[in-house]
């Protein structure tokens, strides 16, 4: 089985598009359901504000990377989408998650937020049905090799999120955020971010609001001094903050130019939601100061020289993380061979014995002797086949399984 990945992400793709290439939860279950239909064995997506990434494997590769290329003209209804598109297939592909979850492929490099959202599009997917062997070690390798780089190399021992870049920009743009006021829009894992930095900040209030409840109750619990507010009410409150920063998954546009009031001082919006929530011609309303995802782009992270400085010592990690994954993956092709041959060695068993049984006429304990014996014999002829597993030429294994498997029947 063969391994690729497509996608778009903030290097090649802009905004536009990447709004277009969001998965949010029903439109990603629609998407497994289809692609599953063609000949894709095993898959995992990867949405977040940066990046929508499909990782696959099939047993007809190139024919898989057709069907989803095809599938993803008509899920963003872009002719043209296949120019914004990466596609990494095998090597470069396991390469590619390695980097991911440890953050070198986002937008702030080494970002804390990745390594979750790998996490829960591996979660979701087993839960489903939808990945398998092949991939869920290849996912679970890269999330702990992930863990292991943030923590030996402390690529994040300073904040590195979006939310944490947006808040330092709009500090920057308003000279300070002392006594001022924020509305937050959402209370999911970037909408908790978003709320710890800014309670460190010395605002005067900050409200918060979500379409749904439960979330926000447990974010009120954990934040004491945030200020709750109805969702049909985030118009009204914007004539009374000072800052919007907008964090919500939904596929529906939030904040629209025709339904913004008319403001009594300058507001300083910061959208981080794919696809965005606050419409691109608000930012043409007088007073309004709108910032997205892309504009983070401009804003120099102090420690990103610093980070960079990490990039060889990762890569090594993550190069010898990527061969432990292929010596893996080339033992991994003995196991249908083995669990052939261990059924075959059960029968064996099973009608030596019954021979044994009705030829003597053996006590309890000398069955199960011979039983051990039996067992220990035939267990003992099939372990240089096991041994096959140590073999790291790929080729060479390829051709002894296939000698092997015409040996003892297809």
Known sequence: MELAVIGVDHHIAPMEVREKMSFTESKKEKTFQILRQENIQELIIVSTCNRSELYLASEELEQSIHSVCTYLKEYTGQDDIEKHLFIKENRDAVYHIFQVAAGLESLVIGEDQILGQVKDALEYAIERGHSGKLLNKLFRESITK????????????????????????????MDSLEGKRALIIGAGNMGKLSLKYIMEENLDKVYITNRTHDKLNQLLIEFEGVCPVYYEDRYDLLQEVDILI??????????RKNNMPKLRKDLYILDL????????EVGELEGVHLYEIDDLKKVIDENIEYRKSLME????????????????????KLDPLIKKINAQCETIKMESLDYIYRKTNLTIKDKTVVEKMIHSALKRSIKPIINLKRIEDAEKLDDYIAVIDEIFGK
């Open 313 to 332: 010592p990762i890569m090594v990690i993550i190069q010898k993380s990527v061969e432990e994954f292929y010596k893996w993956k080339g033992a991994a």
């Open 146 to 173: 992930a863990k292991y780089i943030k923590t030996t190399l402390k690529i994040s021992e300073n904040p590195t999120s979006v939310g944490y870049v947006g808040l330092k920009m709009l500090k920057k743009e």
């Open 246 to 255: 907008s964090t919500t998954a939904s596929p529906h546009t939030l904040f």
């Open 273 to 280: 939601a794919m696809p965005r929530d606050v419409e691109k």
